[in-house]
Every structure is written in C-alpha cells, then in structure tokens.
T-cell receptor
Framework: DAGVTQSPTHLIKTRGQHVTLRCSPI?????VSWYQQVLGQGPQFIFQ???????GRGNFPDRFSARQFPNYSSELNVNALLLGDSALYLC???????????FGEGSRLTVL | SQQGEEDPQALSIQEGENATMNCSYK?????LQWYRQNSGRGLVHLIL?????REKHSGRLRVTLDTSKKSSSLLITASRAADTASYFC????????????FGKGTKLSVIP
C-alpha cells in the first residue's frame, strides 16, 4: 500500500512569493496534519484536519493556511514567504484523532 | 513551542553497545511516542506508550515512562550502524488536543 505522499519534494522560492504544498494520506486515513521542521529542530505543529474540518492550529501566522479535500488529500499554503519559512514541511496522516502518525518524506522549501 | 527535551543532544557509540536517550516534558499527557528520522527524511513511528503504562518493549527497543517525573527513556539494545539517525519523543496531550508536540531530538551515531 502507498504511504503518505507529498509534492513537490524540493522547491526554491523568493521572499514575498507564495507556495502550495500537497499531501495524499494513506488510504483510509481521514486525518492529515502538517508540521514544519527547521534544520536542527524537532517538527512544529501547524495544522490538523479531520473529516475535512480544521481541528487544530499551531502558533503560526495567518500567512499559513490549509484545507482538506473530499478525498482527504490536503494542501498547505504559505503566502508572503519570509527567509525564516525555509524548512522541511512534513505531512502526516492517521485513521482517527489520536495514535501514531504516518509521515511523508516532506517538502524541502528554500526561500531566497 | 517544544514541550519535550531530549537528552543527550548527540550520542556516539560503537556497534553492539546499548544506546539510551531520555525525554522530559512539561504538561500532562495521554501518551508519549518515539520517532526516528534519517537525515532530512520523514519520521518513522517506533513505539507508543500510554500514560497508564510504565514500560513497553518492541524488538530491540525498550521504552519507560515516569509520569510523576514527566520523563521517558528509549533504550536501543545491541545497536547497529543502521540505527544511526535522529530520535524524537513526542507527547500527545489528548483531551481534544490533536497535535503531537516534539522535542529537539537526539542524534545517534553508531560506529561500525
């Protein structure tokens, strides 16, 4: 069975641009979470969606937004990119609201 | 913000030795999980221990949890070069909180 898939794997943007990252969860998983991991740090929670509703939001500015589609895939959007947004963006899925997370390989964003 | 703090930040051992990593956290939890991350890749779930459990085993992994001290440890026995990775603890507060809060991780190097 396919795991969590993310696209693109790598991308380079300049300050002020916007970016859309995509995630497909494991089949049957209804919950998708997004995490930001800056080099040398642990992942930081951005959003969780369950059954297409936002169920949690981390301490990130309004430039960050997300949504979940009827097929449970998800998009993370970041507007007005800053240098500090350079990070590995990880998507994770799980069947319900608790338990282990299954992570994708991440999207590496570099902002110049 | 990071709830957990892993200790040590980096650990270097010889193949065949045991590796012990510690995690401390600040608030009440529903469960605590350990994840592994190979350089720049996605995280892989290793083990979950619930707040009413004190010890759990999975293959060469042994996890302990002391909720009175708000701490956990991960022991990897008979380490192998392939165990080289970063290891993160993550806490799940439960009670409507859908996020996992990760520590900064321990970077383990196993020398052949």
């Amino acid at each position: 069975d396919a795991g969590v898939t993310q696209s693109p794997t790598h991308l380079i943007k300049t300050r002020g641009q916007h970016v859309t990252l995509r995630c497909s969860p494991i089949s049957g998983h209804k919950s998708v979470s997004w995490y930001q991991q800056v080099l040398g740090q642990g992942p930081q929670f951005i959003f969780q969606y369950y059954e297409k509703e936002e169920r949690g939001r981390g301490n990130f500015p309004d430039r960050f937004s997300a949504r979940q589609f009827p097929n449970y895939s998800s998009e993370l959007n970041v507007n007005a990119l800053l240098l500090g947004d350079s990070a590995l963006y990880l998507c994770a899925s799980r069947q319900g609201n608790t338990g282990e997370l299954f992570f994708g390989e991440g999207s590496r964003l570099t902002v110049l | 913000s990071q709830q957990g703090e892993e200790d040590p930040q980096a650990l270097s051992i010889q193949e065949g030795e045991n590796a012990t990593m510690n995690c401390s956290y600040k608030t009440s939890i529903n469960n605590l999980q350990w994840y592994r991350q190979n350089s720049g890749r996605g995280l892989v779930h290793l083990i979950l221990i619930r707040s009413n459990e004190r010890e759990k085993h999975s293959g060469r992994l042994r996890v302990t949890l002391d909720t009175s001290k708000k701490s956990s440890s991960l022991l990897i026995t008979a380490s192998r070069a392939a165990d080289t990775a970063s290891y993160f603890c993550a806490t799940d507060a439960g009670a409507g909180s859908y996020q996992l809060t990760f520590g900064k991780g321990t970077k383990l190097s196993v020398i052949p």
